[in-house]
């Protein structure tokens, strides 16, 4: 298995393109589903997870096919062209859906579009249990017969989804997206109560609402869908990934250093942005891009609390707890989202960071160095703040377990060295490799 190796203390300087957003990108994906005109997405990163969802929709009977690729810095994205003429399955076998938990999007879409799917049940992972029940009481709405079997969701529809009025007991991305695409082919109205608003919804609700679907409210927490009979193909640019945009300002952060983050938007980041200005950063929109710095000043302590958006990102938590622990306080750092999502702390306390958790909260000291060491973590975000940390440590840092960094960063490893950070990919055989 490939590894990471960092000689951290480079303060990072210079250009970082961002890639296009892997969670706009995978529901985006699966509502080719929905119709069978060609659906054209641009500006796909080049990960692992697409892939997964590539072999997904395949065998569900969608063709794809792929146009150019990520230039040498990696910024022009591809394109896939989703052509779901008809259906061939309306099954989503166990072995996908346990790779990537996001497969969970092609219930909606199939039980829209063939009144029947069969998918296997997610079961838990390395953040938390993260159950399906939203998205199966929603659909159980829209008029779904529902049963669990053998480890697998059954939903039949065979007279049609029909609309109705949906509140979410608590805010889920993905479960706001399944019912989003199941909606828009359903008859009459369909309102969301308590919706997700992460930007990410809104760029599947601007894709959708581009196939011909009606939506109101898109961006706020209140959607009400009217179902069409049928939706058409389009072309849709997908938005910057705002996580891969916060993660590299902490990189900017934690090594005091300065970098552009180029085509990244400064609206979607606020959250992350505030936690940087009050820690010191200094973060600024740019006609090219976020130019985010610090110059020689320390890090003060920020106390952070994730929640759904346009709070703080559970997606980010990691990353500002590496940046964190070089702080010259002490920051709370609590995480409302998932249960256990603090499978970092104890590698970054390897490096010789000072962190207490008690529940949900995490009590970080800010240390005035941290020292390379051997790390893994288990999942893509923990995996990340590693890297962060050890960009900024003194000696080598080993980062194992690559593989969680290749599901959801585009070319991790040649934009930090592009800045450079004394950075490399080894594989498993000892030999240095390019990252792709
Ligand atoms: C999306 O996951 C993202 N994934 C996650 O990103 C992100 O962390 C999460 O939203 C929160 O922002 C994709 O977009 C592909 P949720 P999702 O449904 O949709 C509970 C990353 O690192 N819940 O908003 O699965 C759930 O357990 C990943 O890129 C239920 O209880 O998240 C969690 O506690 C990881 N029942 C909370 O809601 C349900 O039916 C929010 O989950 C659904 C969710």
Known sequence: MDRIRITGGVPLEGDIPISGAKNAALPLMTASLLTDGPLQLSNLPHLMDISTLVNLLTSLGVDITMEGDADDDGHTGRVLTLTCGDLSGTTAPYDLVRKMRASILVLGPLLARAGTARVSLPGGCAIGTRPVDLHLAGLAELGAEIELTDGYIEA????????SVIRFPRVSVGATENLLMAASLAEGETVLENAAREPEVGDLANCLTAMGAEIDGIGTDRLVVTGVPRLAGTRYRVMPDRVETGTFAVAAAITGGDLTLRHADADGVSAVAEVMARAGVAVKQKAEGLRVRRNGAGISAVDVTTQPYPGFPTDMQAQVMALMAFSDGAAMITETIFENRFMHVPELARMGADITVSGSSAMVRGVSELKGAPVMATDLR????????????????LVNRVYHLDRGYERLVQKLAACGARIERISDRGESVRDG
Do not use: C, E, I, Q
Request: aromatic share 0%; proline share 4%; net charge positive.
């Open 156 to 163: 039949r529809a065979p007279r049609g989804l029909k609309g």
């Open 382 to 397: 923990a995996s990340v703040s590693l890297v962060l940390a050890g960009l900024a440590a003194t000696g080598d840092t």
